[in-house]
């Protein structure tokens, strides 16, 4: 085998806050049949005769008030994250997106240019999920087949329970939560419908939507996402031996009427308020980069929902982002895969 490569892969961003960019960057997103799994002409017809005439507006707004100087915040500490990997490894690494501007083909170019001929894909994701994982490594193999015939892909499996990335959450919570007096640790993960927990199941029988089959060995816990996501806070209280009924688990993010996974991170908000509650530290552990999910829908709105409820002091932890120990972490699965 020739020349290797890297390619990091995250969800991507609109080009600007302005409502044009953003309605262009939620119809390529909408319209991935990994996203909204309908047939195609019913999904086409909710994105872009419902969700693209009201949504995009609401959206550039929530991305306004998150916006840096230098651009979106997910590309901005992506584009940091990866300027660190470039110092740490002699070999050729590139950044993209699965949507927007800095896409998948962008970087296999890149990488093309550069003599590489057999790539590493790392989906920057730590669960799987087939609107997150599943469609950046299916998309990398749709451009590999079209456009490099000669470069080889591999992809990086989902790293939800690696004990190098068990280690460095533990430490970057613990790092952050510093003196805080907190009464709860909730972990919010990104929600997916109940659905795609059903399509993911590769046996076909071992998923229950109640949950009761999370903690039953199977081999449809490989791409299990409520099971992989459960099963990082389950390591992550290990590690910072937290007390039994001081966390808890939800899901963010619902779209559209569906049944989603559940509990509701907007609901558990309000019931640990209700319940007495009164200082929350919130952990997106789905996310290795601080986004529009992290830094609007929960240290903002997130933050104001919970003090409305009766609580007092609401922090959320910051994701990975460039932590230097996690660029360590991806430097040494990099040097591994390539020795």
């Not at 909204?36 to 008030?65: C, E, H, Q, S």
């Not at 989902?158 to 004990?163: A, C, E, G, S």
């Not at 907007?266 to 529009?292: N, W, Y």
Request: charged letters at 25%; one cysteine or more; a neutral charge.
């Amino acid at each position: 085998m020739g020349k290797k490569g890297v390619l990091l892969v995250n969800l991507g961003s609109p080009d600007s806050t302005d409502t044009k960019d953003v309605k262009r960057y939620l119809d390529e997103f909408l319209m991935d049949e990994r996203v909204i799994d309908m047939p195609y002409w019913k999904r086409f017809l909710l994105v872009k005769g419902i969700i693209l005439n009201t949504r995009p507006k609401k959206t550039a707004a929530a991305y306004k008030k998150i916006w840096l100087k230098e651009g979106s915040p997910l590309i901005v500490l992506s584009e940091k994250f990866h300027e660190k990997l470039k110092t740490r490894t002699n070999i050729p690494t590139a950044l993209a997106m699965r949507y927007g501007s800095m896409s998948i083909e962008k970087g296999m170019q890149e990488l093309h240019h550069q003599g590489v001929d057999h790539v590493l894909l790392i989906p920057l994701y730590p669960h799987y999920a087939m609107s997150s994982y599943e469609t950046v490594v299916v998309k990398a193999q749709e451009i590999q087949k079209k456009k490099f015939p000669n470069i080889k892909i591999e992809s990086y499996p989902v790293f939800y329970n690696q004990p190098d990335y068990i280690e460095v959450m533990a430490q970057n919570i613990k790092e952050q939560i510093g003196s805080f007096d907190y009464d709860f640790i909730l972990f919010s993960h990104h929600g997916i419908p109940e659905r795609h927990i059903l399509l993911s199941d590769t046996t076909n029988s071992h998923c229950k939507i109640d949950g009761s089959c999370c903690n039953k060995k199977s081999v449809a816990h490989e791409t299990c996402y409520r099971h992989q996501c459960f099963e990082t806070t389950k390591e992550i209280v290990k590690k910072l031996h937290l007390k039994e009924g001081t966390y808890g688990d939800s899901f963010q993010s619902r779209l559209l009427k569906d049944p989603w996974l559940k509990p509701y991170t907007d609901f558990e908000f309000e019931r640990l308020a209700e319940k007495g509650v009164k200082k929350l530290i919130v952990i997106t552990p789905s996310f290795v980069v601080d986004c529009l999910e992290t830094l609007e829908e929960i240290a903002m709105e997130g933050k104001k929902q919970f003090l409305e409820a009766g609580g007092s002091d609401f922090k959320h932890l910051s994701c990975l982002n460039d932590n230097d120990t996690w660029v360590n972490t991806v430097n040494n699965w990099i040097n591994n895969w390539a020795s």
